[in-house]
């Protein structure tokens, strides 16, 4: 195993492990388009954001990472969908993005809007897994008017009972450093045991992003602060969510989500896990583009 982790850890990404990967491709083929990364000053702060299809004069599709992941997550994804402008920020305080002093759903919500203001995006389609459907939520209950739709997956609703939940839970990622490395292979466990079928390119992903973060379950704290029923009725545009079969952390807890949006459409990716955008980003990529061509553009 630790072959396999130290080769992950040094392997730098490659978009063509795509192809090999992904059994159904969306459209026929695999965008061949590398994602390009720049650099935002918003009023937020520094952000950093990877963009496809940034001269595409479409839609715009935002996708919203989990904690403590950055926009690689949605790499595969990004990939499989064309015809759209896609944006996929670093969220603040992960990636290449500057930290905020707040470390709320709120402020980070609100980064991204300064992050659209800047890029002159005027309205958006969203898509967010896990803390990035937090994320996602909070923008669209805050800003309806710019927000075109909203996809939610594996996203939880946090209220009362599931902040006390979550205040008195281990934190994910706190793994005490050993000098033998040892710390790696604990990470490289804990998190395969939430995989359907760990795979090591996607775990060598994740556990690059927990390296690279000072405080990688800085996220988890926020999520336990926020307040999801505070939003309840804010957004009233079209809703998808999306539940992972095999996510134990956010499929028990899947219809509180739902019964937020009346409207919402519901889709139960059946080899989902807590990476589907990794796992599964061929079924993923086709949820949301079935759910835009069924309810949103028709």
Not at 15 to 24: K, P, Q, V, Y
Not at 187 to 209: F, I, K, N, S
Request: negative net charge; aromatic residues 8%.
């Amino acid at each position: 195993m630790w072959c396999s982790i130290i080769h992950c850890l040094l392997r730098k990404p490659d978009a063509s492990w795509i192809e090999s990967r992904t059994l159904t491709r969306i459209g026929g083929h695999v965008s061949g388009t590398e994602p390009t990364p720049m650099y935002v000053q918003t009023r937020s702060g520094r952000m950093h954001a990877a963009t496809v299809g940034g001269d595409i004069d479409g839609p715009c599709l935002v996708l919203l990472h989990q904690t403590p992941r950055s926009w690689d997550e949605f790499r595969a994804v990004a990939g499989l969908i064309e015809g759209y402008r896609i944006v996929m920020p670093d969220l603040p305080g992960y990636g290449a993005s500057q930290a905020l002093p707040d470390n709320t759903i709120e402020s980070s919500a609100a980064a991204v809007l300064t992050l659209l203001d800047e890029l002159r995006v005027p309205c958006a389609h969203l898509v967010g897994h896990h803390f990035g459907g937090l994320v996602a939520y909070q923008l669209a209950v805050s800003a309806p008017q710019r927000v075109l739709s909203l996809v939610l997956s594996s996203t939880p609703f946090i209220d009362e009972g599931e902040r006390r939940r979550r205040r008195t839970a281990q934190p994910f990622n706190d793994i005490a450093v050993q000098t033998d490395g040892g710390h790696l292979a604990r990470l490289w466990q804990r998190r395969a045991e939430y995989l359907a079928h760990p795979d090591p390119e996607v775990q060598g992903r994740y556990v690059r992003d927990v390296l690279a973060h000072p405080d990688p379950d800085r996220g988890h704290a926020a999520v336990a602060a926020y307040r999801s029923e505070d939003g309840v009725g804010g957004y009233s545009g079209p809703v998808l969510c999306i539940a992972s079969a095999r996510d134990p952390r956010a499929y028990p807890r899947h219809s509180r989500i739902m019964a937020a949006f009346p409207q919402a459409r519901e889709y139960v990716l059946g080899d989902g896990d807590i990476a589907s955008p990794e796992t599964c980003p061929a079924e993923f990529a086709r949820a949301i583009l079935d759910f835009h061509a069924d309810v949103v553009l028709r």
